[in-house]
């Protein structure tokens, strides 16, 4: 009897925002340091937030990671986590 | 004194001079116990003159108001002069002017804005000097001050100053006085009032310089951060194929 599987492709936008919130942090710190933008006003907010965006995005529309070869063709199915 | 001490020195420095009680004394000549010496090519002039002279010189200046973000109005005037670890005069600023912003006492424009902002070394020291006088003619009696950066307060503090005391001069040494080293540029604003009628409030930017800001503690704490928010986008949240079978 063959057993039968089918690909299945897990997206992770939740974990995309958390993960984007905390480089965005960082990205508005590090340009707080150099000046670029000043502590105090609304544009290291945006900056976290557009990065928390982006990363939401990235994790919803990246390519996925390659998963160890089954004996299937069959196009992966779309899950959220 | 710490660092909140200190970004209220930079953020409103004209202010928290002129809110302390303490007088300027004006010194024709040296201390008695001081012998007499030849001025230096750095020696600053007597503070009160120095003073007096940017006032009068500069009373009437108005900048203009270009949208920067630096502002100070009320009765409140006085300047800083920032420098760096070498004694060289990185910065100074002024307000002479009821109702103007603040001017650059090296370039002439708009001091303490976005594009113009007043630069303090982490190493350095910063000299100021101010007056305050309320409708009374009197000091700023039982006063009190804030200052802020995005309503979150930096510092505040008040005095009685019974003795009606409306001038006050002083210096911080950063070096000292920063509890961590950083660098970067901070938005901020705050105000005085007093029981006698007194009102100032203003605001702009201060710019911390120094070391390379990846090597202060706030630069890499951020290059830490973006370096974990990008480890964990790339291999903790990044589609996967899974088998369901």
């Known amino acids: 009897m063959t057993e039968t599987t089918s690909p299945v492709v897990v997206r992770h936008p939740v974990r995309g925002v958390i993960w984007g919130l905390i480089a965005g942090f960082g990205v508005a710190i590090v340009l ?4 670029v933008i000043a502590i105090g006003t609304l544009t290291p907010i945006v900056v976290v937030v557009i990065v928390a965006i982006l990363g939401g995005a990235w994790a919803w529309f990246a390519p996925p990671k390659d998963a160890a070869s089954r004996s299937t063709s069959t196009e992966p199915t779309p899950v959220e986590d | ?12 420095i004209l202010l928290a001079a002129v809110a302390a009680a303490g007088p300027v004394v004006a010194q024709d000549g040296p201390l008695p116990e001081v012998p007499p010496g030849v001025p230096g090519e750095f020696d600053l002039m007597p503070g009160q003159g120095l003073y007096d002279e940017f006032e009068s010189q500069l009373g009437l ?3 203009g108001d ?7 109005t009320g009765p409140c005037f006085g300047m800083a002069l ?10 100074a600023a002024g307000d002479f002017n009821d109702g103007a912003p603040p001017v650059d006492l090296l370039d002439g424009g708009q001091a303490f804005t976005s594009s113009n902002p007043f630069k303090v070394h982490a190493d350095g020291v910063v000299v100021y000097g101010g007056r305050a006088t309320a409708p009374d003619g009197n000091g700023p009696l039982d006063h009190s001050w804030y200052i802020r950066t995005q309503g979150i ?3 505040a503090g008040g005095d009685p100053n019974p003795e009606g005391k409306n001038n006050n001069a002083g210096m911080v040494d950063l070096r000292d006085s920063l509890p961590i080293k950083f660098t970067g540029l901070i938005k901020v604003d705050g105000s005085i009032t007093s029981a006698n009628g007194l ?5 702009g930017f201060v710019q911390f310089v120094g070391p390379f800001p990846l090597f ?3 630069g890499g704490a951020g290059a830490a951060l973006l370096a974990l928010g990008g480890v964990g986008l790339l291999f903790n949240a990044r589609p996967a194929i899974t088998w369901k079978g």
């Open chain 2, 82 to 91: 920032s420098y760096d670890p070498d004694g060289e005069l990185i910065a």
């Open chain 2, 199 to 203: 009102t100032c409030s203003g605001g």
């Open chain 2, 61 to 63: 200046v108005d900048p």
């Open chain 2, 66 to 72: 270009f949208g920067g973000g630096s502002t100070l």
């Open chain 2, 1 to 12: 004194v710490g660092g909140r001490r200190i970004l209220a020195v930079g953020g409103l």
């Open chain 2, 216 to 218: 202060t503690a706030l």
């Open chain 2, 153 to 155: 307060s930096l510092d």
């Open chain 1, 32 to 35: 707080s340091a150099f000046s």
